[in-house]
């Protein structure tokens, strides 16, 4: 059976997995969510928890099923797990003050670890979100222990197009009233530090990790925003923000027909209509509809005036290369 892009319908999460969210994934984003909607799994195999094939031939099939069917010419290599997982979220209220683990710490669970990226897409005036620890005087635990952690918690205002690097061990939350693209390592372990006080209908509060959380927090990890450096490209430029040893994050800036490189499985998004071409047919996309584009579908390109979001696994020695005295202008890219 011939590749083709694959438009994949997302697994949602919502009610009481997620408290903090809200309806704008339906509202704004065209999802076909249930009210209180956090998270929408765009393209995901997580068990339990895998986006679904919605177009051609495999209709129906979820990611687990085609990476079976199809292999390394679906994913470009044969990862013990698949690698990324990308999400949409909408956080209507505060998400809890939480940290993610290394591989080496998750392993003992099963998991892989957790680094992310964010790409602001919307959000209300003045919203913060938590981006580390402010320096501290005393250790973690300590300020755990005695209920100051609101105090050390280092804030910055977001605006639509901010972007942000989340490394395993680095403490984070999102103010309510943003709405974000988000890729990260293929893993649902998320130690929860504080949840606000927030409770369920019957008074219950969601379960804290605090001991995990201080094995793997990293107190000194402050980052500021990541500008990224960009290049052109034809039929348009492409722009960088991060290549670690997990995920490349960019935004296609298209205008007129940018060709797309193979050998790579992709994960576009595309930002306002588009048109995405390959050898065999074409798709049209809906806007904050993701595409799964497979790693060996060659000759494949994207017609258009305006902003495809990208994400794949890293070549970061390729990348280096080509930008040069750029690269440290890309998060993760130069050790």
């Given at each position: 059976?011939e590749l083709?892009?694959?438009v994949m319908?997302?697994?949602f999460?919502?009610?009481?997995?997620?408290?903090w969210?809200?309806?704008?994934?339906?509202?704004?984003?065209?999802k076909s969510s249930?009210?209180?909607?956090?998270?929408?799994l765009?393209?995901?195999?997580l068990p339990?928890m895998?986006?679904i094939?919605?177009n051609?031939?495999?209709?129906?099939?979820?990611?687990?099923?085609?990476?079976?069917?199809?292999?390394?010419r679906?994913?470009?290599?044969?990862?013990?797990k698949?690698?990324?997982?990308?999400?949409?979220?909408?956080v209507?209220?505060?998400?809890s003050v939480?940290?993610h683990?290394?591989?080496a710490?998750a392993?003992s669970?099963?998991?892989l670890?957790?680094t992310?990226?964010?790409?602001?897409?919307?959000?209300?005036?003045?919203?913060?979100?938590v981006?580390?620890?402010?320096p501290l005087?005393e250790?973690?635990?300590?300020i755990?222990?005695?209920g100051?952690?609101e105090s050390?918690l280092h804030?910055?205002?977001?605006?639509?197009?901010d972007?942000?690097?989340?490394?395993?061990?680095m403490v984070?939350?999102?103010?309510g009233g943003v709405?974000?693209?988000?890729?990260?390592?293929?893993?649902?372990?998320?130690?929860?530090?504080?949840?606000?006080?927030?409770?369920d209908?019957?008074?219950?509060?969601?379960?804290?990790?605090?001991r995990q959380?201080?094995d793997?927090?990293?107190?000194?990890?402050?980052?500021d925003?990541?500008?990224g450096?960009?290049?052109?490209?034809?039929?348009g430029?492409?722009?960088?923000?991060?290549?670690?040893?997990n995920?490349?994050l960019?935004r296609l800036?298209?205008?007129?027909?940018?060709?797309l490189?193979s050998?790579?499985?992709?994960?576009l998004?595309p930002?306002?209509?588009?048109?995405?071409?390959?050898?065999?047919?074409e798709?049209?996309?809906?806007?904050f509809d993701?595409?799964?584009l497979?790693?060996?579908?060659?000759?494949?390109?994207?017609?258009g005036?305006?902003?495809?979001?990208?994400?794949?696994?890293?070549?970061r020695?390729?990348?280096?290369?080509e930008?040069?005295?750029?690269?440290?202008?890309?998060?993760?890219?130069?050790?």
């Amino acid at each position: 059976m011939e590749l083709y892009p694959l438009v994949m319908e997302p697994y949602f999460r919502h009610g009481g997995e997620t408290p903090w969210g809200g309806t704008m994934l339906r509202d704004a984003f065209g999802k076909s969510s249930p009210d209180l909607t956090g998270e929408s799994l765009e393209i995901s195999a997580l068990p339990g928890m895998e986006s679904i094939v919605r177009n051609g031939p495999h209709a129906g099939k979820t990611l687990p099923a085609m990476i079976a069917l199809w292999g390394e010419r679906l994913t470009g290599a044969n990862f013990e797990k698949f690698p990324l997982l990308l999400k949409l979220l909408d956080v209507e209220d505060r998400l809890s003050v939480q940290v993610h683990p290394d591989d080496a710490y998750a392993a003992s669970e099963g998991r892989l670890g957790k680094t992310e990226a964010w790409i602001i897409l919307n959000c209300d005036p003045d919203v913060k979100i938590v981006y580390g620890l402010e320096p501290l005087c005393e250790p973690l635990e300590t300020i755990l222990e005695k209920g100051e952690l609101e105090s050390v918690l280092h804030t910055q205002a977001v605006r639509p197009g901010d972007v942000y690097y989340i490394p395993h061990g680095m403490v984070h939350s999102i103010g309510g009233g943003v709405q974000i693209y988000e890729i990260q390592q293929s893993s649902d372990a998320t130690y929860r530090f504080w949840d606000w006080n927030r409770v369920d209908a019957n008074g219950r509060s969601r379960e804290l990790h605090t001991r995990q959380g201080l094995d793997v927090t990293r107190p000194d990890l402050r980052l500021d925003k990541i500008p990224g450096t960009t290049i052109l490209r034809k039929g348009g430029s492409q722009t960088y923000y991060i290549a670690n040893e997990n995920f490349e994050l960019s935004r296609l800036n298209v205008s007129g027909e940018m060709p797309l490189p193979s050998g790579r499985m992709l994960f576009l998004t595309p930002t306002c209509p588009i048109l995405l071409r390959y050898p065999g047919g074409e798709i049209e996309p809906a806007p904050f509809d993701s595409v799964l584009l497979p790693a060996e579908l060659q000759g494949a390109s994207i017609v258009g005036e305006g902003k495809v979001l990208m994400s794949t696994v890293s070549d970061r020695a390729a990348l280096r290369a080509e930008l040069g005295y750029r690269a440290p202008d890309v998060a993760g890219l130069v050790d």
